[in-house]
């Protein structure tokens, strides 16, 4: 097995998500790559210092210039903010370094735009981060769809929803400020994402965009707290999709809901073992949703559990996309999403914006190159 040096930008929520899925990845997957966690960076020696002898790095900088450039760091995961990505992935990519980059792909269209013109111009692998879609119940969820078990899609109904805002008197943040960091930004990119891989392109949107509360402690809120648009998809299907961080009751409402011409498809986040399954076969008396507890048969399962129902969880997600990004580099092929799919979401997130101002139904084709 070869080893490869890691990088991580950031060590908050994110970044120790991605240290622990490339400590474990190996043990996991037995991984041809087996990464060394070589040096994290955050926003100042002392953070620096301590992400470092917490999460097992070599080193430790407050100067993510120095974490790319350093020569044993062979391949950088960007886990900071938005804003920051595109400086980072380009800086990465002029080296010839592979960058996993999590969602959103940048904090504006134009942001995505340069970072795929980056990476198609240096030849290197890229990824970005939906790792909702990679559950073993959305994987299924895919294949059934694949293989027309459901049959013709017509209608995919999804949401993401939390309520880490839904208290008014919560004070203002940082989520607070700035187009990027509203729900249109941070939470929508994901069920546009699943929207994508579950239900093919979409072609045209109709959105609404609010702000719930507009003032938090006396700080004016400068961002949305939630978001709806109806859409087409190219496959004929017609869709809504809702996000939210003032949604009382829900913490990971990362759910959908799929209608074919053979039957359905519902899927819930918050309990992300099970699956449910409408076929429409059979006397009328026994149909109904059959309830699919996931296990070894599904998708990425096994290597984590060898019983069924025992389940999967959160942090196996980002071992799975730690496992792809490391498969893609040792093939030099890329592995679904790329930074070209985290495009098509940031396409959408645009045309959505301009389909609220304008209070009209918008083509993608207006924010496609």
Same mark, same amino acid.
Not at 291 to 310: R, V
């Given at each position: 097995?070869?080893?490869?040096g890691?990088?991580i930008? *950031?060590? =908050?929520?994110?970044?120790?998500?991605?240290?622990?899925?490339?400590?474990?990845?190996?043990?996991?997957?037995?991984?041809p790559l087996?990464?060394v966690?070589e040096?994290v960076a955050?926003s100042?020696?002392e953070?620096a210092?301590?992400?470092?002898?917490?999460f097992? $790095?070599?080193?430790?900088?407050?100067? /993510?210039?120095?974490?790319?450039?350093?020569p044993?760091?062979?391949?950088?995961v960007?886990?900071s903010?938005?804003?920051t990505?595109?400086?980072?992935?380009?800086?990465?990519?002029?080296?010839g370094?592979?960058v996993?980059?999590?969602?959103p792909?940048?904090?504006?269209?134009?942001?995505a735009?340069?970072?795929?013109?980056?990476?198609?111009?240096?030849g290197?692998?890229n990824m970005?981060?939906?790792n909702?879609?990679?559950?073993?119940?959305?994987?299924?969820?895919r294949?059934?769809?694949? =293989?027309?078990e459901? =049959?013709d899609?017509?209608?995919?109904?999804?949401?993401?929803?939390e309520d880490f805002?839904a208290?008014?008197?919560? !004070?203002?943040? /940082?989520?607070?400020?700035g187009?990027a960091?509203?729900?249109?930004?941070?939470?929508?990119?994901?069920m546009?994402?699943?929207?994508?891989a579950?239900a093919?392109?979409?072609?045209?949107?109709?959105?609404?965009?609010?702000?719930v509360?507009?003032?938090?402690?006396?700080?004016?809120?400068?961002?949305?707290?939630q978001?709806?648009?109806?859409?087409r $998809?190219?496959?004929?299907a017609?869709g809504h999709?809702? @996000?939210?961080?003032?949604?009382h009751?829900r913490?990971?409402?990362?759910?959908?809901?799929?209608?074919g011409?053979k *039957?359905?498809?519902r899927?819930d986040?918050?309990?992300?073992?099970?699956l449910?399954?409408?076929?429409?076969?059979?006397?009328?008396a026994?149909?109904? @949703?059959?309830?699919?507890?996931? =296990? !070894?048969?599904?998708?990425?399962?096994?290597?984590?559990?060898?019983?069924?129902?025992?389940g999967t969880g959160?942090?196996?997600q980002i071992?799975?996309?730690?496992?792809?990004f490391?498969?893609?580099?040792?093939? *030099?092929?890329?592995? /679904?999403?790329?930074?070209?799919?985290?495009?098509?979401?940031?396409?959408?997130?645009a045309?959505a914006r301009?389909s609220?101002?304008?209070?009209a /139904?918008t083509?993608?084709r207006? @924010?496609?190159?």
């Open positions: 097995m070869k080893r490869i890691i990088g930008v *950031g060590g =908050g929520y994110m970044g120790k998500a991605h240290a622990v899925a490339m400590s474990a990845v190996g043990a996991v997957f037995d991984t087996r990464p966690l040096m955050a100042t020696p953070s210092a301590r992400y470092r002898d917490a097992g $790095f070599r080193q430790g900088t407050a100067d /993510w210039r120095d974490l790319v450039a350093a044993e760091v062979e391949a950088v960007i886990a903010p938005q804003a990505h595109r400086p980072i992935a380009e800086a990465a990519f002029a080296l370094k592979p996993f980059c999590e969602k792909l940048g904090a504006s269209l134009s942001d735009r340069a970072m795929v013109a980056a990476a198609r111009d240096s290197c692998v970005v981060g939906f909702y879609v990679r559950t073993p119940a959305t994987q299924f969820a294949r059934l769809i694949a =293989g027309g459901i =049959g899609l017509v209608w995919f109904r999804g949401e993401h929803t805002y208290d008014p008197a919560a !004070p203002a943040s /940082w989520r607070t400020e187009e960091n509203g729900t249109m930004g941070d939470l929508a990119p994901h546009i994402n699943a929207a994508l579950l093919g392109p979409i072609t045209s949107v109709m959105a609404q965009i609010d702000t509360h507009t003032d938090r402690g006396g700080v004016a809120v400068t961002n949305d707290d978001a709806q648009m109806m859409c $998809f190219a496959s004929g017609s999709l809702f @996000f939210s961080r003032v949604a009751g913490k990971m409402g990362y759910a959908y809901e799929i209608t011409t *039957g359905a498809i899927f986040q918050e309990d992300q073992n099970a449910w399954l409408y076929r429409a076969e059979g006397p009328e026994g149909r109904g @949703f059959t309830k699919i507890l996931t =296990g !070894p048969a599904h998708p990425d399962y096994a290597a984590f559990c060898q019983g069924p129902g025992h959160y942090q196996d071992i799975i996309e730690a496992r792809d490391l498969a893609a580099i040792a093939s *030099g092929k890329a592995i /679904w999403p790329t930074f070209e799919d985290g495009l098509a979401v940031s396409e959408i997130v045309a301009s609220h101002a304008a209070r /139904w083509d993608l207006s @924010f496609q190159e």
